[in-house]
T-cell receptor
Framework: AQKVTQAQTEISVVEKEDVTLDCVYE???????LFWYKQPPSGELVFLIRRNSFDEQNEISGRYSWNFQKSTSSFNFTITASQVVDSAVYFCALRGDSSYKLIFGSGTRLLVRP | EAGVAQSPRYKIIEKRQSVAFWCNPI?????LYWYQQILGQGPKLLIQ????????DSQLPKDRFSAERLKGVDSTLKIQPAKLEDSAVYLCASSFTPTGHFNYGYTFGSGTRLTVV
């Protein structure tokens, strides 16, 4: 079975603080893909990153960074110097090669206060 | 590049009525998905098409939900009859391949928010 757990239901920070969103996944597939999506209040899902299971290199894109650790089955997402516009629900998702399904976690609502 | 188009944006119906949603994926995307997102939850896959064939519909409540993608492009999702628990956002997504494009994964539309009263 495949599963994505986002234990943090809601996080509230003050602008300019760093914040890390946790994601833990379960899969028996040796090849799989991990995703992060942002869902602002307008409702659309905005793609942030895709990472395959063979690439454990951490990635940085501007204020965003991702830490992929196969040993702990985690794919955490850090926003540095958060901004009010970062307020949204963030979803971690998994797709294993044994299934065509993109499995989402329950999401973490991030509120960045000015 | 145009995104995934969905309509209508909002729909309110009474229980036991029928409703249909439309999706136009990104041009050239062979794979199309319909997801259901209940308030406070992550999206759940209802059905996946590869061109005009169904790849996975294991979580589609087939007694009331149906979907088609006749020419391998546009798709419609229908609910008949609707129940209160069908209130959700219905998201359509497309991708060039089933694994999602390396640079942008799966592209989602803005969704249709359905309220069943």
């Amino acid at each position: 079975a495949q599963k994505v757990t986002q234990a943090q239901t809601e996080i509230s920070v003050v602008e300019k603080e760093d914040v890390t969103l946790d994601c833990v996944y379960e899969t028996r597939d040796t090849t799989y893909y991990l995703f992060w999506y942002k869902q602002p209040p307008s409702g659309e899902l905005v793609f942030l990153i895709r990472r395959n299971s063979f690439d454990e290199q951490n990635e940085i894109s501007g204020r965003y960074s991702w830490n992929f650790q196969k040993s702990t089955s985690s794919f955490n997402f850090t926003i540095t110097a958060s901004q009010v516009v970062d307020s949204a629900v963030y979803f971690c998702a998994l797709r294993g090669d044994s299934s065509y399904k993109l499995i989402f976690g329950s999401g973490t609502r991030l509120l960045v206060r000015p | 590049e145009a995104g995934v188009a969905q309509s209508p944006r909002y729909k309110i119906i009474e229980k036991r009525q029928s409703v249909a949603f439309w999706c136009n994926p990104i041009s050239g995307h062979a794979t199309l998905y319909w997801y259901q997102q209940i308030l406070g939850q992550g999206p759940k896959l209802l059905i996946q098409f590869q061109n005009n064939g169904v790849v996975d519909d294991s979580q589609l409540p087939k007694d009331r939900f149906s979907a088609e993608r006749l020419k391998g492009v546009d798709s419609t999702l229908k609910i008949q009859p609707a129940k209160l628990e069908d209130s959700a956002v219905y998201l359509c997504a497309s991708s060039f391949t089933p694994t999602g494009h390396f640079n942008y994964g799966y592209t989602f539309g803005s969704g249709t928010r359905l309220t069943v009263v």
